[in-house]
C-alpha cells in the first residue's frame, strides 16, 4: 500500500507546485466541459419543456427515443463523431478532429438527450392546475413561461447535475476524436487512464482529486441554488 501513500503525497505536490502538465489538462477538461453543457442545456431545456408540455402527434415515440439516447455508448459516439470530422466526412473542411470544439460536439450529443428527457420528465410531472391558475391571474405567455420553469427549477437543476456528471467523466469520445495529444486535447480521464497505464500513478491521483473537487464544487453550490 505504500505506493498508494507516496502516489497521493506526490500528487498533492503536484498540485500545490502548479504542475504545468497536470493543469493543462484541467484546463482542457474545463474549456470542453464549458462549451458542451452551455450547448447541451441551450437547446436541450427548451426542447425538453416543448416535449414535456405540449401533445403533439409522435410525442411519445420522441419521448422514447430520448430516453434511449440517455444509455447511448460513449464510445459509439465517438466513432460517429471521428467519421464525420476526419477528412473523409462530411465535415472535414472545418479541421475540428483532434480539436477541443471537436470534442465538445461528442460531449454535447452525450449531454443532450439526458437534458432533453429530464427536463421533459419535469414538466410533465408538474401539478397541471398551474397553468389554469396562472391564466386566471392574468398571466400573459412571456410570464406563464417563465412561471413554469421556475416551478420546474429543481427538476432542471437535476438534469443539469446528471449530464455534468457523463461529460466531466466521459473517455471515450474525448480518446476518440480528441486524440489524446499531450498539451492540447488530453482531458483529466484521458490522463489519468493514460497515466495509470504507464504506473505513473501520482498524476492520475492528482486529477482524479481535481476531479473529486470540481465536482463538489458544482454540487455545493447547486445545493446553495435550492436553499435560495
Known amino acids: 500500500m505504500n505506493f498508494l501513500l507516496d502516489g ?4 498533492i505536490r503536484l498540485l500545490f507546485q502548479g504542475d504545468e502538465e497536470t493543469y493543462a489538462a484541467v484546463f482542457a ?7 458542451s453543457m452551455s450547448a447541451s442545456l441551450a437547446m436541450g431545456i427548451p426542447l425538453g419543456f416543448a416535449l414535456g408540455y405540449f401533445d403533439f402527434p409522435l410525442k411519445k415515440q420522441l419521448r ?5 439516447l440517455m444509455a447511448l455508448p460513449t464510445v459509439f459516439i465517438g466513432l460517429v463523431v471521428y467519421a464525420l470530422l476526419s477528412n473523409k466526412g462530411p465535415l472535414g473542411e472545418l479541421r475540428l478532429l483532434f480539436t477541443l470544439p471537436g470534442i465538445a460536439i461528442g460531449l454535447t450529443i452525450l449531454a443532450l438527450p439526458i437534458v432533453i428527457s429530464l427536463s421533459a420528465a419535469t414538466v410533465e410531472a408538474m401539478d397541471r392546475q398551474l397553468r389554469t391558475t396562472l391564466i386566471s391571474l392574468g398571466a400573459d405567455r412571456l410570464q406563464l413561461l417563465l412561471s413554469i420553469l421556475w416551478e420546474v427549477r429543481f427538476g ?3 438534469a443539469t447535475v446528471n449530464a455534468f456528471g457523463r461529460v ?11 486524440g489524446n495529444i499531450k498539451w492540447h486535447t488530453r482531458t483529466i480521464t484521458t490522463a489519468i487512464a493514460l497515466e495509470t497505464n504507464k504506473g505513473l500513478f ?12 470540481i465536482a463538489f464544487g458544482v454540487n455545493l453550490a447547486l445545493s446553495f441554488l435550492r436553499k435560495k
Open 29 to 35: 477538461t474545463l474549456q470542453v466541459t464549458g462549451y
Open 168 to 178: 466531466m467523466t466521459e473517455v471515450g469520445i474525448s480518446m476518440m476524436v480528441g
Open 202 to 213: 501520482s498524476m492520475g491521483i492528482a486529477l482524479g482529486l481535481v476531479l473529486l473537487l
Open 156 to 158: 432542471i437543476l437535476a
Open 64 to 68: 422514447f427515443i430520448t430516453d434511449t
Open 8 to 11: 497521493f503525497i506526490t500528487a
